[in-house]
């Protein structure tokens, strides 16, 4: 137990014997059992309260690392909108300069895009030709 062997414990019992005499000893014996089981009892109440704020302390850290996630979510959610509202709005808003750009490329001012249909043209006007002939 405290380093106390059999020995001392016998000499402990007799001293007591001779101070507090027999007659109370037996209800000195019950006091001292029942104080140190109470002992014991807050001795172990304590340590699981160091248990439950240990878990604490670990919940706190899951907390806050689900808030962290969360966190992380939340803004992976709203850039994903934002590029959803950017792609949607992109679109609309580009129409008008596709559709211009559009009729410009049909009525093309370059000269050499006007020849090239007109060989072409001509090519298969020879074509025809040696077929009548």
Known sequence: ????????????LAIALVVIGPKKLPDLAKSMGRALGEFKKATRDFKESMEVEEDFKEL???KTAF??????????VDFESQVTDFVRD???SSDAP????GEESETNTDPEADEEPAAEKGSAAEKG???DA
């Open 1 to 12: 137990m405290f380093g106390i062997g059999v020995p001392e414990m016998i000499l402990i």
């Open 60 to 62: 706190k850290e899951v």
């Open 67 to 76: 808030n962290d996630i969360n966190t992380d979510i939340k803004e992976a």
């Open 90 to 92: 992109e679109p609309a």
């Open 98 to 101: 596709t559709s211009g750009a």
């Open 129 to 131: 030709s040696t077929g």
